[in-house]
């Protein structure tokens, strides 16, 4: 059995299958996996975020990191999800593993919002928020200008 890598993540099913299409007609071997039952299911993560994969072989990771390069140029890539730190597309949402069944109880936890959920790299291990936090105008001496002085 190959093992199969993912090389690169997106929010929408049509990017990943323009992406799986260009892969093929190159000669690789690639398919595209929908986490949204996974996401939905077991993380009780609503909407799923970061739930389509694009896969190839372990083999073809190289030429196909080599293609993607140049696809990126073209515009290819631009609606992957990608790590701020890094710029990897290897991306995980939540951030809980999938491969132990713990995982889903980190993400119960996550459900009753005792721990947040998180987006995480695959290449540089850096977890980032699923939202931006809201930036609070401030005055000359940084205190909140909405603030109320008694």
């Known amino acids: 059995m190959e093992r199969v890598v ?3 993540t997106f929010d929408e099913a049509g990017p990943a299958e323009a992406l799986k299409e260009r892969f093929c007609e190159a000669g690789l071997h690639a398919v ?9 299911i077991i993380y009780m993560s609503r909407p799923p975020h970061a739930q389509m994969r694009v896969r ?16 990126e140029k073209e515009g290819m890539l631009s609606a992957a999800v990608r790590c701020p730190q890094c710029g990897s597309s290897r991306i995980e949402y939540p951030q ?11 993400a119960l936890l996550s459900a009753a919002h005792l721990i ?11 977890t980032w928020p699923d939202h931006a936090a809201r930036e609070v105008d401030r005055d000359a001496l940084n205190w909140p200008l909405d603030s109320k002085v008694p």
């Open 6 to 8: 993912t090389v690169a």
């Open 32 to 40: 595209v996996v929908d986490e949204s039952s996974l996401q939905s």
């Open 96 to 106: 809980f593993s999938r491969r132990i069944l713990g995982g889903s109880f980190f």
């Open 116 to 126: 947040p959920r998180e987006y995480f790299c695959q290449d540089c291990q850096f």
């Open 56 to 71: 190839v072989t372990e083999e073809e990771v190289p030429f196909a990191k080599e293609k993607m390069q140049e696809w």
